[in-house]
């Protein structure tokens, strides 16, 4: 069984960085993952994905200034996240699966097997 657990989150001003990790214990390390956010009153939304093959998907909204990537060593996966944006208050999840997924499909909240409680991103103006 595959457990997740989301760490980093917390309080910045508009413009500030963080940086979100996924630890993923008894993973395999292949297939795909990435990181999914929900703000308040809204549908769970892709964010950025990555599968074992190393290939990444970004929403455009975060393009330019998020970065997705993973240490295979530590079965943890990362989301660094710059330039914030008050928009980008939400509760932040990843997730993994170990099916391979091509880059379109990898931020597709159905694709995933096993996720995380979330790490709270709040930004303020």
């Known amino acids: 069984q595959v457990h997740v657990v989301e760490s980093g989150g917390g309080s910045v001003q508009a413009g500030g960085s963080l940086r979100l990790s996924c630890e993923a214990s008894?993973?395999?390390?292949?297939?795909?993952m990435g990181w999914f956010r929900q703000a308040p009153g809204k549908e769970r939304e892709g964010v950025a994905g990555?599968?074992?093959?190393?290939?990444?998907a970004f929403a455009d909204s975060v393009k330019g200034r998020f970065t997705i990537s993973k240490d295979n060593s530590k079965n943890t996966l990362y989301l660094e996240m710059n330039s914030l944006k008050p928009e980008d208050t939400a509760m932040y999840y990843c997730g993994f699966t170990t099916t391979f997924f091509l880059k379109s499909r990898l931020l597709d909240a159905r694709i995933f097997d096993y996720w995380g409680q979330g790490t709270q991103v709040t930004v303020s103006s």
């Open positions: 008894g993973y395999p390390g292949t297939g795909s």
């Open positions: 990555m599968n074992s093959g190393g290939f990444t």
